[in-house]
């Protein structure tokens, strides 16, 4: 709602604002010039913008898209379960160093005298 302040009273009084529909017109739709000399661009042919896709990077692509149980973070056989365990092994001695941190800050060594 919009307003506008009343000369007679000196307050905001709400006001009604015309559009083009309430006036009787239509509005009109946007327009869009370009400046002498524009190109549009032409159209690419073939597999898009970036050429072919290598035959092996197309064959692993459609195994990745086969739907089966197993998690995307896995399909890539071996090397992957390897990689899954050395990183649960390594967030395992992170997490272990930070308790052992903690337990040595909540009890320091007494100092000797």
Do not use: W
């Not at 302040?5 to 327009?31: C, F, H, Y």
């Amino acid at each position: 709602m919009n307003y506008q302040k009343d000369s007679v009273t000196g307050r905001l009084a709400p006001t009604t604002v015309q559009t083009p529909n309430t006036i009787g017109g239509t509005a009109e739709a946007p327009s869009i010039t370009y400046g002498p000399g524009y190109s549009f661009a032409k159209e690419q042919t073939g597999r898009g913008f970036y050429g072919l896709v290598p035959e092996g990077l197309l064959s692993k692509m459609k195994s990745f898209q086969q739907p089966s149980s197993i998690p995307v973070h896995m399909k890539g056989g071996p090397v992957d379960k390897a990689l899954f365990a050395s990183t649960l092994v390594l967030c395992g001695v992170g997490l272990a160093g930070c308790f052992k941190f903690f337990y040595d800050m909540s009890f320091p060594k007494k100092a000797e005298e």
